[in-house]
């Protein structure tokens, strides 16, 4: 099994399967909190202002991980 | 990186689809632009001349206020109020107004230097540069670390810092060196790549577009209906780019007062 992996070989770019990686968890983490928020300014529309504002907060914390699974390769790669 | 391909210096003015020639894929070399004399860059430039445009602005917004707004001052008392009272006092509280010149700045600092990437003719996003957002989170560290040992006193901003309270003991075994590590290096770090990976990853994705729509259009009818769709989708980015950059830019300055805030007042 091993040997028959190891002849396989992969050509292309590390980088953009790392970033693909990357990517799930904050895909699924931002998916997780725009819903969430649109449910609550749905609940409570007035509450807009400070729902709206705490939404972006864990969208630009969920968003740093996949911008450096995007960064890496730059980094690293060349 | 991504296989073999045309560097993006090496684009023949002749290079379409199905003449023999591979996709030149854009890559980071298009941010390496050459100096115009000395060290300076065509960055440098676009973030003095966006100073200068956001200096002359407010002079003419608030230059001489009337107590009657005119046109150019009600569009600056809107941005006025939108940090003071969207960001400050949301975040600080009232005792924030003495940080809104800061914020103010910042946020008006941040979207002129992003705002570049869609400005005709300029097209090269300033913070796409690392070490622009690199400058300006140093600053923004420098200010909430100070303030922090300032209004706590030295010893209880990290105490404070590395034992927030309500947690079983055993927990904060684990926790102080992960609150620390967090609060002194994972801030600054991820507050200048937030703001780099996206104008970045934004100003690639147009010139990969861009690039495409050139390349396709050649012809036949897989050459004409990708061209096209390449120019319409290069449209449609700049548009969500013009959103991404004035979101950057927001919570760049968010963040910024999130992190005052957190120095002024200890976690309850």
């Known amino acids: 099994m091993l040997d028959l992996l190891a002849e396989v070989s992969i050509s292309g770019s590390l980088g953009s399967i790392g970033y693909g ?4 968890g904050p895909g699924i983490g931002i998916g997780i909190i725009f819903g ?3 449910q609550a300014i749905a609940r409570q529309p007035e509450a807009y202002g400070v729902i709206r504002q705490n939404m972006l907060l864990g969208f630009a914390l969920a968003e740093a991980l996949a911008l450096l699974g995007f960064v890496a390769p730059f980094v690293f790669g060349a | 990186m991504i296989g073999a391909r045309v560097p993006m210096a090496e684009i023949e003015p002749g290079c379409h689809f199905q003449s023999g020639c591979g996709f030149p894929a854009p890559d980071a070399s298009i941010f390496e632009i050459e100096p115009y004399f000395g060290q300076i860059t065509k960055p440098v430039v676009l973030l003095l001349l966006g100073s200068v445009l956001i200096m002359a602005f407010f002079l003419a917004a608030f230059g001489k206020p009337k107590l009657i707004p005119g046109k150019l001052q009600s569009v600056g008392e ?11 006092r949301e975040v600080i509280g009232k005792d924030g107004d003495r940080f809104v010149p800061l914020l103010f700045t910042i946020f008006f600092f941040v979207w002129i230097g992003n705002l570049w990437g869609i400005i005709p003719g300029a097209q090269f996003p300033v913070n796409s540069r690392f070490a622009f957002p690199v400058g300006l989170a140093i600053m923004v560290w420098c200010i909430y670390m100070y303030l922090g040992v300032r209004h706590q006193g030295p010893i209880k901003f990290f105490t404070n810092m ?17 609150e620390l590590i967090s609060n002194v290096i994972v801030r600054p770090v991820t507050l200048a790549i937030r703001l780099f990976a996206n104008m970045f990853a934004g100003h690639l994705l147009l010139t990969v577009f861009t690039v495409a729509a050139f390349y396709l259009a050649s012809p036949n009818i897989i050459g004409i209906l990708g061209s096209a769709t390449s120019f319409v989708m290069t449209v449609i980015m700049t548009a969500f780019e013009a959103l991404i950059q004035a979101l950057q830019a927001y919570i760049f300055t968010l963040l910024t007062a999130v992190y005052i805030a957190g120095s002024l007042h200890a976690e309850h």
């Open chain 2, 78 to 88: 809107m941005g006025y109020l939108f940090i003071r009272d969207g960001i400050s």
């Open chain 2, 162 to 178: 590395m034992f927030p309270p309500g947690m079983p003991k055993p927990i904060y075994v684990i926790l102080a060196p992960i």
């Open chain 1, 36 to 38: 969430n928020g649109v």
């Open chain 1, 21 to 24: 990686l990357a990517a799930i």
